[in-house]
Each structure stands twice: as C-alpha cells, then as structure tokens.
C-alpha cells in the first residue's frame, strides 16, 4: 500500500513529521510531497508557475523524516498531490493524508483550507484521502491526533480506499480524555476564522476564535464538546452511492478498537467515555 503525506504547512512543520510517522509501519510504503513554504489558505489552487512551466522541487535532509521519500515542491499542495497522482515522483498513490493541521479546519472556512483542498484534489482523481487537523500551537493536540489518524487510515483501508475526502477534526486532549468519535456536516460558523483590517494601503490578516455557542451538533459544536469530528465531505461529481456508509462503519469500527484497547490499558476511568 502506498500513501502520499502532504500539509499545507511546510516541509519543516512538525505535523507533517507526526502524521507521516503515525501512516507509517505495517509493510506501507510512504513518500512525503509537501510546499517549500506555509501555503495556509491555498484550498485546491496549483498556484501561479512562472518559471517556463516548471516547479522548484528540492530533497529534505534525511534528519526530517527518518529515511522516509520526501520532497519539498515550491507551490501550494494540491499541485504536489496532482503530480503525486499522476505518477510524477515514482508511484501513484492508493491513499492521501494530509496535515497535521495546527488550528481547527471546520465549519464553511474549510473552503479555504490547503489541508482540505489537498484531499478534495486527491478525491478528484479517484483517490481516497484524509485531512487532519487540531488545535494550534498544541504538542498534546499532535500527539492525540496522531493516535487518532492511525484509526482513521485503519478504517479507510478497511472500507476499501473508495475515492472519497474525509476531514477530521481532533480536541487537544489526552487521547484517554476523548469523549468519543461522530460524523458531521460542517456548520455555518468554524472554530477557527481569520478576521481583516484595512490598514493604509493593506489588509492585515489575523487569526482569532469564533466562541461557542456553534450550530448544534456540527463539526465545530463536536470539537467544542470534546469529541473528534469526522466529516465525508461532499464532492461536487457523482461517487459511489455507497462509499460514505462503507467508510462511516469501518473508522467506527477501528475507533471501537481503539478505545477497547485504551479501556484494557486502564489508563484512567475517563478512558472508557470515549467508546462510541
């Protein structure tokens, strides 16, 4: 099995690194394809080439990645997907993950996303993909979504790889803490906005939270309650009518696992509220 480990980040973020190690193992093969430089915002944009048609791409030092194929692609990352798929750098893929986002990719700001858009352009050209994301600045919120990630690719083979974009949203808690695992659909408002300022001749950008309370039972409502949030986004072609259903029960069913497991661990009582 072969998957391709993107980010919207950059080469160097550490949630690239987290989730390339939590893809890897059990005889998988893995290449890492990831923008040269923070590529936030770009949703599914191949960018703008202007070098004659041609695209910088460059070789991380080994220390990055642990031996792991990667490759540093000057441009946002659904041009470094779209490549990928076509064979560009060896391989296709049979499975796209994309992140770890730090910051919280729900609601419509999904849109936007270079997270989400590098799976919705692996879905386009028939290829399962996954994108994570968590709160920012947050080494636990990495930990625990790595944890989480591994039950999530688990269940997309399980389901067969079907060509479908699946968006997963995990709280910045111990992974025994987690209240649960639930579906869906992105709500009006997301966790996580940027707001604008006209300033002279500029617009500056921030960063800030939207407060609960969010549409009930959204995406971001179930990140505010301490659940992960899982949405198969819907795709703008025609797909298998039964790929959401397939995909829906086997991550069900790896998070059951995962939270038997993290029971016979007897890590702490909390442990056996995050049973679906």
Same mark, same amino acid.
């Given at each position: ?7 919207? &980040?950059?080469?160097? *973020?550490? =949630?690239?690194? /987290?989730?390339?190690?939590? %893809?890897? +193992?059990?005889?998988?093969? !893995? $290449? #890492? ?40 692609? &000057?441009?946002?990352? *659904?041009? =470094?997907?779209? /490549?990928?798929?076509?064979? %560009?750098? +060896?391989?296709?893929?049979? !499975? $796209? #993950? ?56 688990? +269940? ?121």
């Amino acid at each position: 099995m072969r998957i391709l480990v993107t980010n919207d &980040d950059g080469i160097e *973020a550490a =949630g690239l690194a /987290a989730l390339a190690a939590a %893809a890897g +193992g059990g005889g998988r093969e !893995l $290449v #890492v394809v990831a923008p040269s430089a923070e590529s936030s915002g770009s949703a599914a944009s191949l960018g703008v080439i202007r070098d004659r048609n041609r695209v910088t791409v460059s070789v991380p030092g080994d220390e990055c990645f642990a031996g792991i194929e990667a490759y540093s692609v &000057d441009a946002p990352p *659904a041009l =470094g997907v779209r /490549a990928a798929c076509s064979g %560009a750098f +060896g391989w296709k893929p049979n !499975l $796209v #993950v994309s992140g770890i986002n730090p910051g919280f990719n729900t609601g419509r700001l999904v849109l936007h996303s270079g997270t989400v858009g590098a799976v919705l352009t692996a879905a386009s050209l028939d290829v399962c993909a996954a994108a994570f994301s968590t709160e920012a600045h947050s080494v636990l919120g990495l930990d625990t979504t790595s944890r989480v990630a591994t039950s999530v690719i688990g +269940g997309l083979v399980d389901a067969g790889l079907p060509p479908v974009a699946v968006n997963v949203n995990v709280p910045a808690l111990p992974f025994q803490e987690l209240r649960g695992l639930r579906f869906a659909d992105p709500g009006t408002v997301s966790c996580d906005d940027v707001a604008f300022d006209f300033e002279g001749n500029s617009l500056a950008l921030r960063r800030r939270r939207n407060p609960p309370p969010y549409d009930d039972r959204s995406d971001a409502d179930l990140v505010a309650c301490g659940l992960i949030s899982v949405t198969v986004l819907a795709l703008p072609w025609r797909t298998d009518t039964n790929a959401e259903s397939r995909v829906v029960a086997a991550i069900e069913r790896r998070w059951i696992l995962a939270s038997a497991s993290c029971e016979r661990a007897n890590t702490t009582s909390a442990c056996r509220g995050a049973r679906v």
